[in-house]
T-cell receptor
Framework: EDQVTQSPEALRLQEGESSSLNCSYT??????LFWYRQDPGKGPEFLFT???AGEEKEKERLKATLTKKESFLHITAPKPEDSATYLC????????????????FGQGTILTVHP | GAGVSQSPSNKVTEKGKDVELRCDPI?????LYWYRQSLGQGLEFLIY????????KSGLPSDRFSAERTGGSVSTLTIQRTQQEDSAVYLC?????????????FGAGSRLTVL
């Protein structure tokens, strides 16, 4: 069974204080690792997809990296508007039928950035 | 452009009543997902529809839960004889298959409260 564990559960940063969020996963044959951002009262919003170890993606102050066992979401010089819950998910390997495409999510990291 | 639309946005019901939650996916998206998010928890997979294939129902927690997708578009999630533990936000997402990006677009969710 696919498992995704995110740490820390919550992270408080001062504006400008860089840090990283962790996503550890166990899956038989990773087809993709996804990062989403979720604001209160809204659905998750897509950030990045990573497919293979060593891959990196960047968007503004965010940078996602991937190894064979975990992914990191690095936040450089965060601003208060970066405050949100960050969710990590892995895609189930294709097993025929309809199991292709299902995403398994972690519990999320609640990030709070204080001005 | 139009995103994923869910209704109702909020539903309060009494224990034992049946409820229906509706999802209008993005036009042309052939894949549709239902997830459940309990307070402070990550997303729990419920069911996945892909085109005309049999749905992946492996995440439905009990036989009180069912879902259908009519005409490959609108989907309805039905919960019969609701229980207090069914209280959660029910999120719907759709995806354009064949795009290669495998990106889910989520709706804002339907918040269900069972008294």
């Amino acid at each position: 069974e696919d498992q995704v564990t995110q740490s820390p559960e919550a992270l408080r940063l001062q504006e400008g204080e860089s840090s990283s969020l962790n996503c550890s996963y166990t899956v038989s044959g990773l087809r993709g690792l996804f990062w989403y951002r979720q604001d209160p009262g809204k659905g998750p919003e897509f950030l990045f997809t990573l497919y293979s170890a060593g891959e990196e993606k960047e968007k503004e102050r965010l940078k996602a990296t991937l190894t064979k066992k975990e992914s990191f979401l690095h936040i450089t010089a965060p601003k208060p508007e970066d405050s949100a819950t960050y969710l990590c998910a892995v895609q189930a390997p294709y097993a025929g039928g309809t199991s292709y495409g299902k995403l398994t999510f972690g519990q999320g990291t609640i990030l709070t950035v204080h001005p | 452009g139009a995103g994923v639309s869910q209704s109702p946005s909020n539903k309060v019901t009494e224990k034992g009543k049946d409820v229906e939650l509706r999802c209008d996916p993005i036009s042309g998206h052939t894949a549709l997902y239902w997830y459940r998010q309990s307070l402070g928890q990550g997303l729990e997979f419920l069911i996945y529809f892909q085109g005309n294939s049999a749905p992946d129902k492996s995440g439905l927690p009990s036989d009180r839960f069912s879902a259908e997708r009519t005409g490959g578009s609108v989907s309805t999630l039905t919960i019969q004889r609701t229980q207090q533990e069914d209280s959660a936000v029910y999120l719907c997402a759709s995806k354009e298959t064949g795009s290669g990006a495998n990106v889910l677009t989520f709706g804002a969710g339907s918040r269900l409260t069972v008294l």
